[in-house]
C-alpha cells in the first residue's frame, strides 16, 4: 500500500523558515520525478516544485524561485522542501505527489502570519 506522509508545517511569521518533509512507503521515491503543490483557502492547486529521480535537476514556479529549495534523499526515501523567506501569500496545505499524479500524501498545512 502506497503511502506519503507529509511533515513539517506549522505556523510561521513572515521572513520565517520551515522544512517539510515527505515520506514514503510502499513505494521506492527513486523511481518517480516527485512535485510539491499547494492549495491556499478558496483556491485551486497550484504547482509549486519538481525534483528528478538522480535530485540532481529541480524546477520551481516564479512565485518561490530564490526562497523554496526541494531535495530527495532516495536512501530515506523521502522529499523535502526548505521554505525561506516566507510571506502571508505562501499560506497553504502543503503536499508531496508523484509527478504522474498518481500518488499524493494528505498534506501539511503552513500558515505564515504575523
Known amino acids: 500500500d502506497v503511502q506519503l506522509v507529509e511533515s513539517g508545517g506549522g505556523l510561521v511569521q513572515p521572513g520565517g523558515s520551515l522544512r517539510l518533509s515527505c515520506a514514503a512507503s510502499?513505494?521506492?521515491?527513486?523511481?518517480?520525478?516527485m512535485t510539491w503543490v499547494r492549495q491556499a483557502p478558496g483556491k485551486g492547486l497550484e504547482w509549486v516544485s519538481r525534483?528528478?529521480?538522480?535530485?540532481?535537476?529541480?524546477y520551481y514556479a516564479d512565485s518561490v524561485k530564490g526562497r523554496f529549495t526541494i531535495s530527495r534523499d532516495n536512501a530515506k526515501n523521502t522529499l523535502y522542501l526548505q521554505l525561506n523567506s516566507l510571506k502571508t501569500e505562501d499560506t497553504a496545505m502543503y503536499y508531496c505527489?508523484?509527478?504522474?499524479?498518481?500518488?499524493r500524501g494528505q498534506g501539511t498545512q503552513v500558515t505564515v502570519s504575523a
Open positions: 510502499g513505494f521506492s521515491l527513486s523511481t518517480s520525478d
Open positions: 505527489q508523484t509527478a504522474s499524479g498518481r500518488y
Open positions: 525534483i528528478n529521480t538522480g535530485g540532481d535537476l529541480t
